[in-house]
């Protein structure tokens, strides 16, 4: 069953669900399912646009504020034990502590728009013990903007696609498509280089959850600079 199909069939439902999972930590196409039916609501106007952003936002929040309360009780307990089964390996969990620990909202509220923070910023902010009411700002001020983005321009993209047929319309289509490329070559490049960081100022073996003198686990022999 594809992403198109489930949101044909169950609208809203999908949508909610999708993005409250991925939100939460589950590792779930839910901003595929949020542009996929706000393409169909532009290309077909069966579902309205303005219901699907209101629900993606409400359902990112609600989604975040679970993940970040079950990162905070147990986070780093599950990351040390399971990350590695979820893509949340030794390297991606000291990133996140170098991340949050410089620039925790910020990492909040951009998280958002990338694909593998979307899915563990909240849990990560738990685990990180960042405080809630920080948390709660960015958290609802980034997913209502995501939410807006994502549901809007999709929405007119579905409208685009149903009036395509000039060789204008075409090529910018193909140059959308080609900036979306560059893009995640960009992220991945970038990604590598956080990495590196990370490595430099967490060295050594993620600790076991409970060792004195660690910061959520990670050794803390080594700060980074601010």
């Known amino acids: 069953?594809?992403?198109?199909?489930?949101?044909?069939?169950?609208?809203?439902?999908?949508?909610?669900?999708?993005?409250?999972?991925?939100?939460?930590?589950?590792?779930?196409?839910?901003?595929?399912?949020?542009?996929?039916?706000?393409?169909?609501?532009?290309?077909?106007?069966?579902?309205?646009?303005?219901?699907?952003?209101?629900?993606?936002?409400?359902?990112?929040?609600?989604?975040?504020?679970?993940?970040?309360?079950?990162?905070?009780?147990?986070?780093?307990?599950l990351l040390y034990k399971y990350g590695r089964y979820v893509r949340l390996d030794e390297p991606k969990i000291k990133v996140a502590h170098y991340l949050f620990d410089r620039r925790g909202g910020v990492v909040v509220f951009f998280g958002r728009f990338v694909a593998v923070l979307r899915t563990y910023a909240a849990f990560l902010a738990g685990t990180t013990k960042m405080r809630y009411r920080r948390f709660l700002a960015y958290n609802a001020s980034g997913g209502i903007v995501w939410a807006a983005v994502y549901t809007f321009v999709a929405y007119h993209a579905g409208s685009l696609l149903t009036r395509v047929s000039t060789p204008v319309d075409v090529a910018f289509a193909s140059l959308a498509v080609v900036v979306i490329v560059i893009g995640m070559l960009v992220m991945r490049r970038h990604m590598s280089a956080l990495t590196a960081r990370a490595e430099e100022a967490y060295p050594g073996p993620l600790a076991p959850p409970g060792t004195r003198g660690s910061h959520g686990g990670v050794p803390t022999g080594k700060r980074p600079s601010p």
């Open 1 to 77: 069953m594809t992403i198109h199909h489930l949101v044909a069939t169950y609208g809203y439902g999908a949508v909610f669900v999708l993005v409250a999972a991925e939100s939460l930590g589950v590792p779930l196409p839910g901003e595929t399912a949020l542009v996929a039916a706000a393409t169909y609501a532009g290309a077909t106007h069966r579902l309205s646009v303005w219901v699907i952003f209101a629900i993606a936002a409400a359902a990112a929040i609600i989604g975040d504020t679970a993940g970040y309360w079950i990162g905070d009780k147990g986070g780093y307990r």
